[in-house]
């Protein structure tokens, strides 16, 4: 497993745009209050601080949303070098809470901060900004995924996603990677019911397309997971617009 990056926020934007080292030094700089959640503990809530953006580190957390009678919807998937809390500073408002699946690290980046990029450092906060349109993207997949794939489908794409966004980042293998959820979770993510993810989940790997035990993923055969789910990554590239590149 490879090792986790000291920044990974660093490595993620370095797939969009070449960072220089100017840039790679204010990064370091925003990020450098460094903190610890643990596992449960929430990263943002309704009430929270809308001065401060979270980028997570280290360990897996969720977004969600909790109906009146409790059932909860997992909106996404926050995974390192992700951050939360930047609609919430840009604009003042959030509809969303985020909880630490896992012990995660973070750092606590002020919202003033951000801001100020956008005039001294735009080609940089133009990039952040792509990880907010990449979220917005993924929310699509999410939908069609809820709305017309199937539970194998729906499965796929999530593991396939789960693993393209980990390697980006420097935290998966060629094939495989760390899965710290439980089934309840996958289910809470995909709309599924408990039996229904472990029903579907077995028949994926009696048709050896991927192995799935004790928090870890093995994809077996990505070529025919990407089939089923007709699975594409350009939701989750991106370049930034020429004009941007050479600010």
Known sequence: MSKLPRNALIQKLNHLVALDPLEIGILNELCKENGYIAKGQSLTTHDFDSDIVTLLLGGWACRYKILNDGRRQITSFVLPGDLSGVRACLFGVTDYETEALTDCSVANIYGTDIVNLFKDQPRLAAAITWGSAREEAMMTERVVSLGRRTAKERMAHLFLELHWRLE???VAERLAYELPITQELIADCLGLSIVHVNRTLQAMRKDKLLEYRNGYVVLKNSKKL????????????GALHPDLVDI
């Open 226 to 237: 990407k089939q089923i789910c007709s699975f594409a990554s350009n939701h989750l590239e």
């Open 168 to 170: 980006s980042v420097g």
